[in-house]
């Protein structure tokens, strides 16, 4: 299993099955994606997704809503609910902020534009040599689980950052993951240092645009 991070919150992962998550990449993922998974509609979740031309979408109905007005064609989507699995891939709720007034009044206040749509949330887990856990850009994650791997969303908040940070640390205890993947840090005005995570977690950080291979849920090599 081989993973690597294609910015703002997509991440690749080519093992059992060849998944794009959060198709909004700043470097361009291999060809031949089976499954793109979104967690939310934000553009910078979403953005990039007519770019890829094949692979089967997992998203929530409302999301998938929001792309067929976007162009996708239904044929490439399939509706999933929290609880499902498809093939090595589960789902499960998500919570990233897409309701939330608060988000709302930011998002006028530091992007000077209302929200996208977000539709429903939700997180997906992928079981392969190594579990991998994404929850898009949320901040918390109430469910009993333990990835060998969790693709964290490391930035600045433009407000409260330090609390907004020790929300973020205690997800990483609560999950104790061995390995973290940072993720959602290159996103102009919330740019954050992930190798900065290093003062604050004893996990293994997956840093780098590189590939991270993984055999029994143990890293073998990187680059």
């Known amino acids: 299993m081989r993973i690597r991070y294609l910015g703002h919150s997509c ?21 031949q994606v089976e499954y793109i998974c979104i967690s939310h509609a934000h553009r910078d979740h979403i953005g990039k997704i007519a770019e890829v031309p094949e692979g089967t979408i ?5 999301v998938c809503d929001i792309l067929l ?25 998500g919570y990233s902020i897409v309701n939330d007034p608060v988000y709302f009044l930011m998002s006028l206040m530091f992007r ?23 929850i898009g850009d949320a901040h918390r994650f109430p469910v009993e689980l333990h990835p060998d791997v969790f693709c964290l969303p490391w930035r600045k908040a433009p407000i409260n950052s330090s609390r907004y940070t020790a929300m ?14 940072p993720i959602h840090h290159d996103l102009p ?6 190798a900065d995570l290093a003062h604050h977690v004893d ?3 997956l840093l780098g645009e590189n590939w991270h291979e993984f055999k029994e849920k143990s890293l073998l090599r990187e680059g």
Do not use: W
Not at 11 to 31: A, K, M, Q, S, Y
Not at 172 to 181: G, W
Not at 189 to 194: N, Q, R
């Open 112 to 134: 000077f534009r209302r929200p996208d749509p977000g539709g429903v949330p939700l997180s997906f887990y992928i079981r392969d040599d190594a579990d991998l856990l994404h």
């Open 168 to 181: 973020i640390l205690a997800m990483v205890n609560q999950l104790s993951a061995p390995y973290l993947l």
């Open 58 to 62: 997992l998203a929530s109905p409302q």
């Open 69 to 93: 007005e976007k162009g996708i064609p239904s044929s490439r989507m399939r509706p999933v609910i929290a609880g499902e699995q498809i093939e090595n891939i589960e789902i499960y709720p």
């Open 203 to 205: 996990s293994y950080l």
């Open 11 to 31: 991440v690749e992962i080519v093992g059992v099955n060849h998944i794009l998550i959060d198709p909004d990449f700043t470097r361009e993922p291999l060809p």
């Open 189 to 194: 005005g919330t740019e954050a240092d992930p």
